[in-house]
């Protein structure tokens, strides 16, 4: 059966509305504010390095044997932005900040597209959603606790009603008691009240 499952949506999202935001506040930010955006920077660029080992990690062994063109272009396209990453940081003013952060967000933008496009059919129609999950999972778990809650943090803002309640619904269904309240006080502490109101009635 062919898989549905898409394994870069929920962080995709959550890297998108962390560089968008971040983008958006570069362009009105004045001089004196460069070191705050830097500082924002570097955390989200430890999320963005984090992400790729993770994908050439867990995914890059399956694209590798399904689809070896697309896990030679994820390679390349990989080692480029960790070129384009350095020089965002490196930014003497904040003009250039805001400039250099707006050429490396338009192209990420394009690379997660072709992720979620390309990639994710290869993989779906390779796998099940079971297999995906699997996949998922290995990754995840692999993820040590005070980074897998940046991520969080990161993604959950980004996420609809329904996306947050599958993430948190598998968690308590397969998580320790105490993963799964974890996740729920963070989910209290990143949501605008009414978004954990909603989501904490839905889970019960």
């Known amino acids: 059966m062919v898989s549905r499952y898409d394994m870069y949506n929920n962080v995709h999202k959550g890297l998108r ?11 009105v930010a004045s001089e004196r504010e460069l070191p705050e955006l830097r500082s924002r920077w570097l955390a989200l660029e430890a999320k963005l390095a984090a992400h790729h080992a993770h ?3 867990f995914i890059g062994p399956h694209l590798a044997r399904i689809a070896p063109p697309l896990f030679a272009e994820m390679e390349r396209d990989h080692h480029a932005i960790a070129q384009q990453l350095a020089t965002v940081g490196a930014s003497d003013d904040a003009r250039a900040f805001y400039r250099t952060l707006s050429s490396f967000v338009a192209s990420y933008l394009a690379h997660m597209a072709q992720e979620e496009g390309a990639y994710n059919d290869a993989l779906q129609g390779a796998y099940t959603d079971r297999d995906l999950m699997a996949i998922e999972g290995e990754l995840v778990g692999s993820i040590a606790p005070p980074l897998l809650g940046e991520f969080m943090a990161m993604m959950l803002p980004a996420m609809n009603l329904d996306e947050r309640f599958d993430l948190l619904a598998g968690m308590r269904a397969g998580a320790p008691p105490e993963v799964f309240a974890g996740m729920c006080q963070l989910a209290s502490q990143v949501l605008e009240p009414h978004a954990w109101g909603q989501l904490e009635a839905r889970l019960g």
């Open 17 to 27: 509305r962390s560089l968008c935001a971040l983008l958006v506040d570069a362009g």
């Open 55 to 57: 994908e050439d990690r």
